[in-house]
Antibody
């Protein structure tokens, strides 16, 4: 069955960096675009970034563009999110999600990993 | 950016009742790019409906989606105890945005 497992979250200070990972299994990872979506405490869902199946294309939400970088290693079935210059408003649970087809809907989600940015 | 508005914010119903949730877009969304998700506290969202009206794998047929253009609806024909949750609509026709959600709680 499809499994997505995030790791790398934690508590960090403003201005620092963190890299999230998402290990995928149960499907041919290299055939699917992948997304990161986040949810601030008590808030709704916010799309963060998407990467194409082969890593050749990336798109970002305005709120993270220039600070976050999405990448993937298809040989390791792993998705990454490098987060730099973190701000308090980046505090959220981060989910990786598979795109059902193209870049469209998110058909499978990881369990989420919390990131807290606080001094 | 396409802004999605969901109504009502909270829907208080009893098990067995019909739930009708609305999602309105600030500009037209191709039906192929409108989806609905269910989220329970402490859990990841789950895809219910894609393409405005197609049920995702394993979703019971009491869930149905409809609509086009700027107005979309998620209907739960008869609420089961496990259906009390938060529901989000999402569009992927122009970037990716979510609505603020509708909470379906027990009356």
């Amino acid at each position: 069955q499809v499994q997505l497992v995030e790791s790398g979250g934690g508590v960090v200070q403003p201005g620092t960096s963190l890299r999230l990972s998402c290990a995928a299994s149960g499907f041919t990872f290299s055939n699917y675009a992948m997304h990161w979506v986040r949810q601030a405490p008590g808030k709704g869902l916010e799309w963060v970034a998407v990467i194409s199946y082969d890593g050749s294309n990336e798109y970002y939400a305005y709120s993270v563009k220039g600070r976050f970088t999405i990448s993937r290693d298809n040989s390791k079935n792993t998705l990454y999110l490098q987060m730099n210059s973190l701000r308090a408003e980046d505090t959220a649970v981060f989910y990786c999600a598979r795109a059902r087809s193209g870049y469209s809907v998110f058909d499978y989600w990881g369990q989420g990993i919390p990131v807290t940015v606080s001094s | 950016e396409i802004v999605l508005t969901q109504s009502p914010g909270t829907l208080s119903l009893s098990p067995g009742e019909r739930a009708t949730l609305s999602c309105r877009a600030s500009q037209s969304v191709s039906s192929g790019y409108l989806a609905w998700y269910q989220q329970k506290p402490g859990q990841a969202p789950r895809l219910l409906i894609y393409g405005a009206s197609s049920r995702a794998t394993g979703i019971p047929d009491r869930f149905s989606g409809s609509g086009s253009g700027t107005d979309f609806t998620l209907t739960i024909s008869r609420l089961e105890p496990e259906d009390f949750a938060m529901y989000y609509c999402q569009q992927s026709g122009s970037s990716f945005t979510f609505g603020p959600g509708t909470k379906v709680d027990i009356k």
